[in-house]
């Protein structure tokens, strides 16, 4: 391996990849060729570095510097000037906001440890920072057994939405006898603002395989599904390479490192609907289905796929276990608060200066992620309101937002950490408009399974669609309320259950909005 | 027809939903017609019913002829934030069609779609498989321009 003074982290990703940036690389590379230096200075191509908004944009190692916004125009300029002279680029520097310790929380991540710095297309180099290491520790050195305890003693949670204990998930399945069990990884996210996963796949597609591997063992499954969204091009592109490259280096596939285990891992791709995301619904799709939800019990674990017995874990909840293992339980409990332990990715978005993703320790306050890892709020402009969890989440005011994000906490708010989509908005906002906005996504997206759901959302499109344009009167909001809340009652799957929320937190702590449209 | 495809996949009813996003990528209009429909049914054994119910469950499938680049541009709460209505307006006039519609010279078709989880860049819309962000008049303007100045 060479050795550089100086490394070029560019990310590569949806984003920049139709800004341009395969032609950027070239050039770049062109550049370092015509002043002698390919052999000090190393391009990495990484997944996303966290922000968005920006163009082209690519962080300088040892330095820490983070030009954005950056054409092939600039280039000469920023290899003469820093490169050669080494005098950094001012006008393309990405200033960091004003008193925050904005430096992307590196120090404190585990599920985004290596994106952004490691290249995701190449095994080698996930191994050489200590990549499935985790895997062999548990597949030659744990037993099954050992390895769900030590996953119910980290106390982590699933990151999908309902936040149930994963340990104790895998429990069920483990001890089941049957001709084969699965896993089954939920990378539908379909959930209006978030994004996450998909960073995690492209950014270091590994660490899921990793997590996989050692979920697989720990229940017995021989194969395992990641179930993408569609529209995730290069996800699907980036892990069917990742899983080609594992089969190769023998770290999955048959008697893996000698110890008789065999695993399979395949991809299945959606075709675009938002209730897939929900595990039975996603199981029908997998089997060539409409992707309507089944009753539940059976649960999955029991009878999922093809009747086997399958664990459905999102595609974060996953990307923890590698730490998990190789640090031991009590490491990972001790980060965040008791009974919601780790770190959570958010994605922060809306009248953000930082439109983008962090990861931070479960616990942390709302206010401080909007802030200093959201770069705090755009132009100046006042915050108004955070709708928290997604589409299927709670819009809360400014007296709200010191709430520390965490499993337990947002309860006391009637609220869920949900996908950990943060969408931010400022004074112009209307959450007449949003809730709107809100209820036209479920009402399109609902599968037409059962008709509370159905016929719910229909008539809560109605109620909204009549305030919205200055027809309703005040008696409408207890409708909308308590027709949500009928729907929680009656619906066949928490599609038709999520309305309550986003209705009822913008109605409680919006309500000047609602009453500004009735007279 | 589909022989190339057929041949990529083995005939399991599993493998539906990635034979459907072949034959759809492979047609120029971008739909999968009844025909087609025949031929999956014979090649995987499973009723021409059932294949028509998937077809029509998932919103990235059309059964109807489509315009060369289909535009799905996002109308979720985050997008919608960030102006996706001025967005939805502007495709509208440039493009004169309404939603669902496909231009006369059958260049575009209209969509509308929930988040396509590139949030970041709000507004934003796909044209087939590309993804374009930051959204505003000029911008569509220089797009919709390009793409009629390739054909
Ligand atoms: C309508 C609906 C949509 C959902 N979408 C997703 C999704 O996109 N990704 C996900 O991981 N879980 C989603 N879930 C939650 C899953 O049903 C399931 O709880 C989760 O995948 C379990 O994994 P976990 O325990 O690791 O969180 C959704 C649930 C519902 C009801
Ligand atoms: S609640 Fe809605 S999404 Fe769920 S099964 Fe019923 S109709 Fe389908
Ligand atoms: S809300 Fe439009 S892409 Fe996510």
Redesign the interface.
């Known amino acids: 391996m060479k050795y550089f003074r100086t490394h070029i982290l560019i990310s590569v990703d949806e984003s920049t990849i139709r800004a341009g940036v395969k032609n950027f690389i070239a050039s770049l590379r062109n550049h370092l060729d015509k002043y002698s230096l390919t052999d000090e200075i190393g391009i990495l191509e990484t997944g996303s570095i966290g922000f968005f908004g920006k163009g082209l944009c690519f962080v300088v190692y040892p330095e820490n510097i983070i030009y954005a916004n950056v054409t092939n125009e600039d280039l000469n300029e920023i290899v003469t000037e820093h490169f050669l002279k080494g005098r950094p680029v001012k006008r393309l520097i990405v200033e960091k906001p004003e008193r925050t310790q904005y430096d992307f929380n590196y120090k404190k991540r585990i599920v985004l440890e290596n994106s952004g710095i490691i290249n995701p297309e190449d095994i080698e180099e996930y191994i050489g920072v200590g990549g499935y290491e985790a895997w062999e520790k548990a597949l030659l050195e744990m037993k099954s057994d050992d390895i769900i305890e030590v996953v119910k003693e980290s106390g982590l949670r699933g990151r999908g939405g309902a936040g149930f204990p994963t340990g104790l998930k895998w429990s069920f399945t483990a001890p089941i006898k049957a001709k084969q069990k699965l896993v089954v990884i939920n990378a539908d996210e379909g959930e209006p603002g978030t994004f996450k996963d998909r960073l995690i796949m492209e950014g270091d597609p590994h660490k899921l395989i990793e997590g996989i591997a050692i979920a697989c063992y720990a229940v017995g499954a021989t194969k395992a599904y990641i179930y993408i969204r569609g529209e995730y091009k290069l996800c699907i592109e980036r892990l069917r390479k990742a899983i080609a490259q594992a089969n190769e280096y023998g770290i999955i596939g048959k008697d893996i490192f000698g110890s008789k285990f065999c695993l399979e891992i395949d991809i299945k791709v959606g075709a675009g609907a938002y209730v897939c995301g929900e595990e039975t619904a996603l199981i029908e799709s997998m089997e060539g289905n409409r992707g309507t939800p089944r009753s539940k019990p059976p649960f999955p674990g029991v009878k999922g796929a093809w009747q086997l017995p399958t664990v459905v874990n999102n595609v974060e909840t996953i990307a923890n276990i590698p730490s998990i293992i190789k640090n031991g339980a009590d490491w990972y409990s001790a980060i965040g608060p008791y009974k919601s332990t780790g770190t959570k990715v958010y994605t922060v978005l809306g009248d953000v200066k930082m439109p983008g993703l962090t990861e931070v320790e479960m616990g942390t306050t709302l206010r401080t992620i909007i802030n200093e890892y959201g770069g705090g709020m755009k132009d100046g402009k006042k915050f108004k309101a955070a709708l928290v969890g997604g589409a299927a989440g709670v819009f809360l005011s400014d007296e709200l937002i010191n709430v520390n994000m965490d499993y337990e906490s947002l309860k006391n708010y009637s609220a869920v950490l949900g996908s950990g989509a943060i969408l931010v908005m400022n004074d112009d906002a209307d959450i007449v408009d949003m809730l709107w906005s809100v209820i036209r996504f479920f009402r399109h997206e609902s599968c037409g399974k059962c008709s509370p759901c159905t016929n719910g959302n229909e008539l809560l499109f109605k109620l909204i669609n009549d305030i919205r344009n200055g027809k309703g009167k005040e008696e409408d909001l207890n409708k909308l309320i308590q027709v949500s809340e009928v729907m929680v009652d009656t619906c066949f799957c928490a599609l038709g259950q999520s309305l309550l929320m986003p209705i009822k937190s913008a109605i409680d702590n919006f309500k000047d909005d609602f009453l500004k449209r009735m007279n | 027809m589909y022989e190339k495809i057929f041949e990529k996949y083995s005939p399991?009813?599993?493998?539906?939903?990635?034979i459907?996003?072949d034959i759809q990528d492979q047609h120029p209009q971008h739909y999968i017609s009844e025909d087609a429909v025949s031929e999956v049914s014979e090649y995987l054994r499973?009723p021409f019913s059932?294949i028509y119910?998937?077809l029509t469950?998932?919103?990235?499938?059309s059964t109807k002829p489509r315009g060369k680049n289909v535009i799905r541009l996002c109308?979720?709460?985050?997008c919608?934030?960030?102006g996706s209505e001025n967005v939805l307006r502007k495709l509208k006039k440039t493009l004169d069609v309404k939603i669902n519609q496909t231009t006369k010279d059958g260049l575009f078709t209209l969509e509308l779609?929930?988040?396509?989880?590139?949030?970041?860049?709000?507004p934003v819309m796909?044209i087939n498989?590309?993804?374009?962000?930051?959204l505003n008049d000029e911008k569509i303007d220089k797009i919709i321009n390009k793409i009629r100045g390739e054909k």
């Not at chain 2, 779609?113 to 709000?122: E, T």
């Not at chain 2, 498989?129 to 930051?134: I, K, L, S, T």
Request: glycine share 10%; net charge negative; with cysteine.
């Open positions: 399991k009813k599993d493998n539906l939903i990635y459907l996003h499973i059932h119910g998937v469950f998932y919103t990235m499938y109308e979720s709460p985050p919608f934030l960030k779609c929930a988040c396509l989880g590139v949030c970041g860049n709000a796909m498989d590309d993804v374009y962000g930051n």
